[in-house]
């Protein structure tokens, strides 16, 4: 399989509920990043991690919890989650943290649905 | 504060015509500039990009032009086609910076 692959596609979680969102990547990319995107809204940055070191958290609530075992593998940790948490959710990744020009390869995303 | 702005949140265009899609930033920093396409139900693509050394770059059917002084770039597609209906995100990145801010997407719509 190749590119990036996120799992579940769809989730429906209750506020006090735990989940878990899992992101891996095949083209052998360092760097790696959770965005949010509201609707109508654009993406907001998250997280980012580059050789499974966080190098950004954007001001994310600690209800979001990140996760890099490895260069591969991404995960977002989800508990007590607020209706508005509500979002897609997209994984993607990057050769390295290139300055100026990072192009990023993108997750098809998990819809989440917080109730 | 949103940095990167579409305003046109969506765009009607007849097929084989010409698309024309527009992207307004705030922040004089930014020297690279893409943009993304996106289809339901998948992840944003790279479609093309631009430096700020420059102000025109051309890929096929997609060329990108950068106005500095205006803070304003633009995307024209001809002609377009029925696979360009997709959501298309105007992205930045400053100097000494890998982050990319976005714009909320302008939804193209190619009638046949």
């Known amino acids: 399989e190749t590119g990036v692959t996120q799992t579940p596609r769809h989730l429906v979680m209750g506020m006090t509920n735990k989940k878990s969102l899992k992101c891996e990547q095949h083209?052998?990319?360092?760097?790696m990043y959770w965005y949010k995107q509201s609707a109508k809204k654009p993406l907001e940055l998250m997280f980012v991690?580059?050789?499974?070191?966080?190098?950004e958290n954007n001001s994310v609530p600690s209800r979001f919890s990140p996760e890099c075992p490895n260069s591969s593998h991404l995960f977002l940790h989800l508990h007590t989650l607020q209706p508005e948490d509500s979002a897609l959710y997209l994984c993607?990744?990057?050769?390295?943290?290139?300055?100026?020009?990072?192009?990023?390869?993108f997750g098809p995303g998990t819809r989440l649905t917080v109730t | 504060d949103q940095q990167v702005k579409q305003n046109s949140p969506s765009l009607s265009v007849q097929e084989g015509r010409i698309s024309i899609l527009n992207c307004d930033y705030t922040n004089s920093m930014f020297d690279y500039f893409l943009w993304y396409k996106k289809y339901p139900a998948e992840g944003p693509t790279f479609l093309i990009s631009i430096s700020s050394i420059k102000d025109k770059n051309e890929d096929g059917r997609f060329t990108v032009f950068l106005n500095k002084s205006a803070k304003h770039l633009s995307l024209h597609i001809v002609p377009s086609q029925p696979g360009d209906s997709a959501v298309y995100f105007c992205?930045?990145?400053?100097?000494?910076?890998?982050?990319?801010?976005f714009g909320a997407g302008t939804t193209v719509t190619v009638r046949a």
């Open positions: 993607a990744s990057s050769q390295d943290l290139v300055v100026s020009g990072s192009r990023q390869y």
């Open positions: 083209l052998g990319h360092n760097a």
């Open positions: 991690y580059n050789f499974k070191e966080q190098t």
């Open positions: 992205a930045a990145s400053g100097q000494d910076d890998y982050k990319l801010s």
